[in-house]
Structure formats: structure tokens, C-alpha cells
């Protein structure tokens, strides 16, 4: 998603649309451009009143579903995207577009799935974006970088560190080869969080740097705020508490520019995550229940919204609270039955455990601590 519509790499056909009707052509890229701004409120709004506009076009319908699905993605309509790919996907049937639009609409439907923590489904539409480009006329190197950047965060979810980095490597090498700086943020960005993951703590601060300079050049607070937030992680984790805090209080600030409610509940819970490590509970849980209401309804951010309860039962535990705590513990163990991940559910065990410690039991705490860490094992025999 850059910063600049003349990125969006459009097909053959779409260039004789934009001579048939310049003035629906002219409203499509600004529309677009929305979108890769990241104003996905603005873009969404624009693009269903341009609808009745384009409809007769086929080149032009294709791109305003596409779009729209886009946006409609990034708000968490996650099933009305869905339609929206499927429509694109009829539309792309007809001889008029090639291969290279249909793995177009591969690509942006793996990108739904992994949203919805489909992983094994988003891989394989992924795959095949990337195998059906391939066999175009005109292969797309946009296109292919995009579809292995988000390849490698289904790999990342699924703690596959090497393809995670063969992907991103891809991703960043054919982002460069398209001249698409945004595209070379993301993959930078996706860099960072596997260095992050696999303890390479200085290379991913580097790969988070470089990426904040790109998208502060774009002026796209949405991205903005997304690399803020991972630099104020790592900054903690290499112990620098004061900047954590202030990447975080910045990452807030541009999430709120952006009109974004899922990365500025992100970023109110990684500031919440730094009170509660420094012994601020109460800051802790006012900013951890704030990110569990915004994220309350959204499929597409289960793993963040039980990190937030989860901080919740940590900080009235905390406080004291251990009834307030239990409550809590147990809308985090719902939600994360849900998000189906097993080093979160492990994470709600160790918190169970150190409730029913703080109460007393030290026998079923120890069970607790044991069954989180039997459930991260690969093997068990």
C-alpha cells in the first residue's frame, strides 16, 4: 500500500477505462489513493458512492472491489470483503483480464484469511497468487512482493522463523525491483517482527528504524503508528523503559491521526503491557480495559484482545482484586479458545497460576506452571 495511487499496478484493460471515462477513472484513484494513505474510513466511503459510477465498466469495477475489499479488510468487515473478492473474482473470469488479475484477488482473499487466523487456507491462496502471477503475460512484482510479505506472516504465526525470513527476503527484493517504498516498508516492518521473534533484538530495532523512515516520508500515520508500536516493544525489551513509553505514546498519537481503532487499541495495550512490568497496575488495567472495549466484536484481533484481558487479570491481581481477576482470566481463556493459539493459552495458564498462588494453593499453581509449559513442548514422547 503506498503512499501515492501511481503505485496500484493496473492491468492492461484498466488503462482503456481510464480513456473511456476520465471522470469515474479520476474519482477511482483518489479513492485509491485513500486507501494506500491507510484513510480506510474516507476510502471506504468514497468507494460505495462511486459504485453506480463504474458498475458498467469492467475495468473499473474490478479495481473499486478490490479497493473496497482492502478497506473493508482494515475496518474488520472481514465477511464483506469476502463478497467483495468474490464479485472481483466473477469479474476477473472474462477474457478481458489475465492471470495476473486473478492472482490479484488470490492474494487480497489470503490476506482475508490470515486476518482470520485461517492460516493453512491463507497459505495456500497466497501460494497460488504467487504461482498464478508467475504464469502471466505480465508478471507483477508489486503483486508478489505483497503476496510473500503477508505469506510470511501466516509463517510467523506459526513460528516458522526460516520460510518466515526466505518470505520477507522475497517480499523486500522484488518491493525494491518494483520501486514501491511502502511495499519495502511493510516487508521491513515483517523483518522486524521475526528478528523480534527469534531474539535478534538490535536487527530488529535497525529493521523497525529504516521502516518509520519510510512511512514518516509518506506521511501514512496508520503504518505509523504500527512501527511505533513494535520499536516501543523492542526498546523495552532491550530495557529502555523511557523510550518504550515514548514510542508508545507516539504510536497512540498517530493510530488516533489515522482513524484507526484496531492499531490504537494495539498501542494503548502495548503501553499498558510497559506500566504493568514497571509496577504500575492501576495505569496498567485503565489502558488494557480501554484496548478490550475498543477490540470487543473484532474476529480479526483475538490475539490482541486477550492479551488485554489478559493484562486486566494481571493488574487486579495485582491491585488485589482476585474475584475481578478470575473474571477476567476467564473472558482471556474464552478468547483465546477462540484465536485457537497455543502459546497464548499457555500464557492464560501461567496467569491462572499465579492467581491460585497469590490465594494460597501452591499445588495447583504448580500444576498450572506445568501444563503451560508441557503445551509449548514439540516433543512429547
Given amino acids: 500500500m503506498a503512499a501515492v495511487a501511481t503505485t496500484y499496478e493496473l492491468p492492461p484493460v484498466t488503462m482503456l477505462a481510464l480513456v473511456r471515462d476520465d471522470t469515474a477513472a479520476d474519482a477511482l484513484l483518489r479513492a485509491?489513493?485513500?486507501?494506500?494513505?491507510?484513510?480506510?474510513?474516507?476510502?471506504?466511503t468514497a468507494l460505495e458512492e462511486l459504485w453506480e459510477n463504474v458498475r458498467s465498466d469492467a475495468a473499473l469495477a474490478f479495481r473499486q472491489r478490490i479497493?473496497?475489499?482492502?478497506?473493508?479488510?482494515?475496518?474488520?468487515?472481514?465477511?464483506?470483503?469476502?463478497?467483495?473478492?468474490?464479485?472481483?473474482?466473477?469479474?476477473?473470469?472474462?477474457?478481458?483480464f489475465d492471470a495476473a488479475d486473478r492472482a490479484e484477488v488470490l492474494y487480497r482473499q489470503g490476506a482475508v484469511a490470515c486476518q482470520r487466523n485461517h492460516v493453512a487456507e491463507a497459505v495456500t491462496l497466497l501460494t497460488r497468487a504467487l504461482e498464478t502471477n508467475d504464469g502471466a503475460p505480465r508478471p507483477r512484482n508489486l503483486l508478489a512482493a505483497r503476496a510473500y510479505e503477508w505469506r510470511a506472516r501466516c509463517h510467523v504465526s506459526r513460528s516458522d522463523w526460516d520460510a518466515a525470513v526466505r518470505d520477507v527476503e522475497r517480499a523486500l527484493e522484488l518491493a525494491v525491483r518494483a520501486g514501491d517504498e511502502h511495499t519495502q516498508a511493510q516487508a521491513l516492518?515483517?523483518?522486524?517482527?521475526?528478528?523480534?521473534r527469534r531474539g535478534e533484538l538490535l536487527v530488529a530495532r535497525l529493521n523497525a528504524e529504516q521502516a518509520l523512515a519510510i512511512v514518516r516520508r509518506h506521511d501514512n500515520p496508520l503504518w505509523v503508528a504500527r512501527v511505533l508500536n513494535n520499536l516501543g516493544g523492542i526498546d523495552f525489551l532491550l530495557g529502555d523503559a523511557a523510550s518504550a513509553e515514548e514510542h508508545l505514546l507516539g504510536a497512540i498519537e498517530a493510530a488516533d491521526a489515522a482513524g484507526d481503532d484496531a492499531a490504537l487499541a494495539q498501542s494503548v495495550n502495548s503501553l499498558a503491557q510497559i506500566y504493568l512490568r514497571t509496577g504500575r497496575p492501576v495505569e496498567a488495567r485503565v489502558r488494557a480495559q480501554r484496548a478490550a472495549e475498543i477490540l470487543d466484536g473484532r474476529a480479526d484481533f483475538l490475539d490482541e484482545l486477550g492479551n488485554a484481558q489478559l493484562a486486566v487479570a494481571r493488574a487486579l491481581l495485582a491491585e488485589g482484586d482476585s474475584a475481578g481477576a478470575t473474571a477476567w482470566l476467564d473472558a482471556a481463556d474464552r478468547t483465546f479458545d477462540a484465536f485457537g493459539s497455543v502459546s497464548h493459552r499457555a500464557a492464560a495458564l501461567v496467569a491462572r497460576g499465579d492467581l491460585v498462588r497469590a490465594l494460597g494453593d501452591s499445588d495447583t499453581a504448580a500444576d498450572l506452571y506445568r501444563r503451560a509449559a508441557d503445551s509449548l513442548q514439540d516433543v512429547h514422547f
Fill in 189 to 196: 516492518f515483517q523483518a522486524s517482527i521475526v528478528a523480534e
Fill in 32 to 44: 485509491e489513493a485513500l486507501v494506500a494513505a491507510g484513510r480506510h474510513e474516507d476510502a471506504a
Fill in 67 to 96: 479497493a473496497l475489499a482492502w478497506s473493508e479488510l482494515y475496518r474488520g468487515e472481514l465477511d464483506r470483503a469476502e463478497q467483495l473478492l468474490a464479485h472481483a473474482e466473477g469479474i476477473a473470469r472474462s477474457a478481458r
